[in-house]
């Protein structure tokens, strides 16, 4: 009887200690940061109610963000003022350089907010150079010393040692962090990945979303309105 007793008590051991660990990653406060994540493009904040808002999670480092970018790009001349874009960036863990890359837009906007865009275009640029295998021998010094030389035009020389110093700088590497884990709350799985209007832009297939195919999901949302 009291071995069965002593049995009986282990399914419940798991059950609590599963309980446990349940409740422990439920209650887990992801940091709660002094703004909301994101850049805005052309400076101009969407403002509730009256734009179309568009997120986009990019991985400067993707391939499949870097081709995404110009017809949303294309999409947002055409619409102006009426759709607004907030990139966040979100780096892919099977990117080795994504979390630095990310990083340093999070510099790059700190320093110079109108900077942003335009660094995220360079790594779009010269993507090639900072994927896993060409940086497979290189140290992490030399891997910032050379995205920091690829910056320039954007951020200016004169503004290279801030940035720089911006990668010892740990408010970057939390608002990098944030960006992620914004990301993960919002269930992102992939770059790139939209939402419009706060809602998840599920594509049939993997082709990048087109002008006219963004087109076809922004104009209507337009006549509905006024
Ligand atoms: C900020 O960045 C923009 C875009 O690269 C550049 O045109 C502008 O001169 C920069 N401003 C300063 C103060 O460096
Ligand atoms: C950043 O920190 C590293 C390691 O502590 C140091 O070697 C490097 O010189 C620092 N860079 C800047 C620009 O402060």
């Known amino acids: 009887m009291k071995k069965t007793a002593a049995h009986a008590t282990v399914p419940f051991f798991f059950f609590f200690l599963l309980v446990f660990c349940l409740r422990v990653h439920v209650e887990a406060q992801v940091p709660i940061p002094i703004q909301i ?24 480092l993707c391939p499949d963000s870097r081709a995404s970018w110009p ?4 999409a947002l001349r055409h619409y102006s003022r009426l759709v607004s874009l907030v990139v966040h960036p979100f780096a892919l863990p099977y990117h080795s350089n994504a979390f630095i890359a990310s990083r340093a837009l999070h510099i790059a906007n700190k320093l110079n907010s109108s900077s942003t865009y335009p660094l995220l275009e360079l790594f779009f640029k010269f993507q090639e150079k900072y994927y896993n ?14 995205m920091a030389r690829m910056a320039i035009p954007a951020i ?27 990301g993960c709350s919002r269930a992102v799985t992939g770059t790139p ?7 998840p832009l599920l594509q049939a297939d ?3 979303l087109d002008y006219k195919a963004w087109r076809n999901i922004i104009d209507p949302l337009l006549a509905k309105r006024s």
């Open 193 to 199: 990945f939209f939402f419009v209007n706060g809602m």
């Open 156 to 182: 200016g020389k004169n503004s290279l040692p801030s940035f720089l110093s911006g990668f010892n700088d740990s408010a970057t590497d939390s608002a990098t962090r944030i960006s992620f884990k914004y």
């Open 37 to 60: 994540d994101g850049f805005v493009y052309r400076g101009a904040p969407p403002v509730w109610g009256k734009s179309v808002v568009v997120e986009a999670f990019f991985d400067p």
């Open 71 to 74: 017809p949303l790009k294309q």
């Open 206 to 208: 993997d082709s990048p």
């Open 133 to 146: 295998k060409p940086t497979y021998d290189l140290s992490r010094a030399s891997i910032v010393k050379d």
